[in-house]
C-alpha cells in the first residue's frame, strides 16, 4: 500500500509555505488565456505562488509585474481581466512597457526624486511566454526554460 503524505501535510501552513517557494514561485504556471490580451492594454491579474501578478498587452508585448504599485504598493490593475492603461489608481502613478515609471502626477511639487532613485522607480518583472492561446508567467529570477 501507498503510504501517502501524512495528513498534517495538506493543512499546515509551513508546508504550504514551501509549496509556494519551491514549486509556485520557481515553475512555470499557466496564467490564462492570450485570447484575453489581443488589444493593447487589454490585462489580466492572477495570484501566484501568493504573489499578485500582472500580465498586459503593452505596446504590442505581453508582459507579467509584480501587481503593485511601487509608490504605496496598492495594486495596479484591480480586476481579474479588462482593458485599462497601466496606470495607478492610488495617485496615478504611470508606467511604460518595461515598467519603468512614466509619469507622477505633480512630481515636480511634491518628491523631487534624484534621478539615480526615480530610475529605481519600476515594477518588478516576471518571465512570460505565450504558446498558442496559452499564457505562462515564471517568477523566478532565473527561470528555466519553458521548453
Ligand atoms: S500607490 Fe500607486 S500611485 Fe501611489
Redesign the pocket.
Given at each position: 500500500m501507498y503510504p501517502g503524505l501524512p495528513q498534517r501535510d495538506y493543512i499546515d501552513p509551513a508546508v504550504f509555505a514551501q509549496e509556494q517557494a519551491r514549486i509556485f514561485r520557481r515553475l512555470w504556471i499557466f496564467a490564462g488565456l492570450r485570447t484575453l490580451l489581443a488589444e493593447p492594454d487589454s490585462f489580466l491579474t492572477r495570484t501566484i505562488g501568493g504573489v499578485p501578478v500582472l500580465v498586459q498587452n503593452l505596446e504590442g508585448c505581453i508582459k507579467a509585474f509584480r501587481n503593485q504599485?511601487p509608490?504605496?504598493?496598492?495594486p495596479l490593475q484591480t480586476e481579474a481581466y479588462g482593458s485599462r492603461k497601466l496606470v495607478?489608481g492610488?495617485?496615478?502613478?504611470s508606467f511604460d512597457a518595461e515598467g519603468r515609471v512614466r509619469g507622477i502626477p505633480g512630481e515636480d511639487r511634491l518628491y523631487h526624486y534624484p534621478t539615480a532613485d526615480r530610475e529605481r522607480l519600476c515594477l518588478d518583472e516576471f518571465a512570460v511566454e505565450c504558446i498558442g492561446n496559452l499564457v505562462f508567467v515564471n517568477l523566478d529570477p532565473t527561470p528555466l526554460p519553458i521548453e
Amino acid at each position: 500500500m501507498y503510504p501517502g503524505l501524512p495528513q498534517r501535510d495538506y493543512i499546515d501552513p509551513a508546508v504550504f509555505a514551501q509549496e509556494q517557494a519551491r514549486i509556485f514561485r520557481r515553475l512555470w504556471i499557466f496564467a490564462g488565456l492570450r485570447t484575453l490580451l489581443a488589444e493593447p492594454d487589454s490585462f489580466l491579474t492572477r495570484t501566484i505562488g501568493g504573489v499578485p501578478v500582472l500580465v498586459q498587452n503593452l505596446e504590442g508585448c505581453i508582459k507579467a509585474f509584480r501587481n503593485q504599485c511601487p509608490h504605496r504598493q496598492a495594486p495596479l490593475q484591480t480586476e481579474a481581466y479588462g482593458s485599462r492603461k497601466l496606470v495607478c489608481g492610488y495617485y496615478g502613478w504611470s508606467f511604460d512597457a518595461e515598467g519603468r515609471v512614466r509619469g507622477i502626477p505633480g512630481e515636480d511639487r511634491l518628491y523631487h526624486y534624484p534621478t539615480a532613485d526615480r530610475e529605481r522607480l519600476c515594477l518588478d518583472e516576471f518571465a512570460v511566454e505565450c504558446i498558442g492561446n496559452l499564457v505562462f508567467v515564471n517568477l523566478d529570477p532565473t527561470p528555466l526554460p519553458i521548453e
